[in-house]
C-alpha cells in the first residue's frame, strides 16, 4: 500500500498515536499490578462511511463505541478521553486471531490539540463494576475486485475486529506530571487496552 491510499484513509477517521505498548517508566506508577483482564475493552459499530480512495480502491471509515468495565475489586483510573486506536486486527470468521499477526498500525503521533487535552482533562475513575462509554473512529482500505491481491487490502467477508487503544502519548516528557496526582485516584491503568472480538461484515 501507498503512502498516499494510507494517509487517505487516516486523513478521514483522524489522528491517533503511536504504539508506545508498556513503557519501563510505567512501572513506577502502581504499587502493585491487577492483570490486564480486570479491564474489559468492548466495541459496537454504530456508523459506517464508504469513499473511493482511487481507481481499485475504497476506503471505509468506521465510528465505534468503545466501552470499558472495571472487573477488579479496585478504582481504575483511566487519562482524559481513552479513545485513541493505534492498531486494529482484522480476522476472517474462519480463521484464528493472533496477536502477532495480521495487525494495521496507524503509526501517527498525537497532534497539539490531543496533548494539550491529555495536560488539562480529568482522568476517567472506574468504580469496581462500572463502565464508561466513548466514541472513536477505525477504518481500513477495501478492494473492489475479491480476486484482487493489493497489499494492505482488504476482501470482501465476514470478519471479527478488535482495535487496541493507546492511552499515553509519547514522550515522558508529557505524562510523567500526572503519575504523582492522578495514581492516588485508584489503580492508574499504563497499558495499551485490546478490545473483545466484535463480528462485523465488509462487503
Known amino acids: 500500500m501507498n503512502i498516499s491510499r494510507r494517509a487517505f484513509l487516516w486523513q478521514s477517521i483522524g489522528p491517533a498515536s503511536l504504539v508506545l ?3 519501563a517508566a510505567f512501572g513506577a506508577a502502581n504499587d502493585d499490578k491487577i492483570p490486564d483482564s480486570a ?24 465510528t465505534l463505541g468503545l466501552t470499558y468495565l472495571n472487573l477488579s475489586d479496585r478504582a481504575i483510573v483511566l487519562p482524559p478521553s481513552p479513545s ?3 492498531s486494529h486486527w482484522l480476522t476472517r470468521a474462519d480463521e484464528t486471531w ?46 473492489r475486485d475479491p ?13 471479527s475486529l ?5 492511552l499515553w502519548p509519547d514522550g515522558e516528557d508529557v505524562h510523567q506530571p500526572m503519575y504523582a496526582a492522578w495514581r492516588t485516584l485508584g489503580y492508574l491503568w499504563t ?10 461484515v465488509i462487503s
Open 21 to 23: 505498548g508498556n513503557r
Open 39 to 62: 479491564l474489559r475493552l468492548t466495541t459496537r459499530l454504530i456508523s459506517s462511511e464508504r469513499h473511493r480512495a482511487d481507481t481499485d480502491l475504497d476506503s471505509i471509515t468506521w
Open 84 to 86: 485513541n486506536v493505534i
Open 98 to 143: 493472533d496477536l502477532k499477526k495480521g495487525s494495521t498500525d496507524t503509526l501517527l503521533l498525537w497532534d497539539a490539540t490531543q496533548r494539550r487535552y491529555f495536560r488539562n482533562g480529568t482522568p476517567v475513575i472506574l468504580k469496581p463494576g462500572r463502565t464508561v462509554s466513548l466514541r472513536t473512529k477505525d477504518g481500513t482500505f477495501i478492494a
Open 147 to 159: 480476486g484482487s491481491k493489493i497489499s494492505g487490502a482488504t476482501l470482501p467477508g465476514r470478519y
Open 162 to 166: 478488535r482495535i487496541q487503544v493507546n
Open 191 to 200: 497499558g495499551s487496552p485490546i478490545s473483545e472480538p466484535m463480528d462485523i
